[in-house]
């Protein structure tokens, strides 16, 4: 079955970088679309980021723009989101998950997430 395992998070000062990465398997990686999610404590859960299939094309909400870079890797079956100028507002639970649509967005499976918090 399709398994998606993210890592990388942690704490981190404010201004500071981390690198997410999430491993697929039970999936043909390099045939999807793949996101970048994040949810704060009482919010809801929010798009950041995703990228096609080959990588060429890349999606940011405006509010990461310019400060986290998503990218995979097909041949290792792994996604990536480096996060620069971090802020304690970044603080949130981060997910991946697949597109699972090849025309509009259907993100069909998801990860358990890793954990990232950006102290002041």
């Known amino acids: 079955q399709v398994q998606l395992v993210e890592s990388g998070g942690g704490l981190v000062q404010a201004g500071g970088s981390l690198r997410l990465s999430c491993a697929a398997s039970?999936?043909?990686?390099?045939?999807?679309?793949m996101g970048w999610f994040r949810q704060a404590p009482g919010k809801e859960r929010e798009f950041v980021a995703a990228?096609?299939?080959?990588?060429?094309?890349?999606y940011y909400a405006d509010s990461v723009k310019g400060r986290f870079t998503i990218s995979r890797d097909n041949a290792k079956n792994t996604l990536y989101l480096q996060m620069n100028s971090l802020k304690p507002e970044d603080t949130a639970l981060y997910y991946c998950?697949?597109?699972?649509?090849?025309?509009?967005?259907?993100?069909?499976?998801w990860g358990q997430g890793t954990q990232v918090t950006v102290s002041s």
């Open positions: 039970g999936l043909t990686f390099s045939n999807y679309g």
């Open positions: 998950a697949r597109d699972g649509s090849a025309s509009s967005p259907d993100f069909d499976y």
């Open positions: 990228i096609g299939w080959t990588g060429d094309s890349t």
